[in-house]
């Protein structure tokens, strides 16, 4: 299967902007739906992201306008441009494969989506901290 790391968050102000990249293995990211989630301190972990192979997208309705999903083929990887950053977007990023219906495959496994932490769906994490 495929195998995703997160990587490229950091510190920015209020206004500023980052670009995180999902860099896969084992399996191409054009092949299937990558998501973005994200999980800020004291909240559950939520969809944030997501593109699939033909190229639709989906937003958080908080980022939409601000966030923009792109595939690089090239490099195996899928970027989140980060614009606009607010300190509420504070929180370790993450990427998995698989959106929506994921999600909903993981809970009917009896599984509990509300950490991003299991390593088995979930890429290692970039912590993204916005300060006001």
């Known amino acids: 299967g495929i195998q995703l790391m997160g990587s490229g968050g950091g510190s920015v102000q209020a206004g500023g902007s980052l670009t995180l990249s999902c860099t896969a293995s084992g399996a191409s990211v054009e092949d299937t739906i990558i998501g973005w989630y994200r999980q800020a301190p004291g909240h559950e972990c939520e969809l944030v992201s997501t593109?699939?192979?033909?190229?639709?997208?989906y937003y958080l309705a908080s980022v939409k306008g601000r966030f923009t999903i792109v595939r690089d083929n090239g490099k195996n990887s899928v970027n989140l441009q980060l614009n606009s950053l607010r300190p509420d977007d504070t929180g370790v990023y993450y990427c998995a494969e698989g959106g929506v219906e994921a999600i909903e495959a993981y809970v009917r496994e009896g599984r509990d989506p509300t950490s991003c932490q299991d390593s088995d769906f979930w890429g290692q994490g970039t912590q993204v901290t916005v300060s006001s």
């Open positions: 593109i699939s192979p033909d190229g639709s997208t």
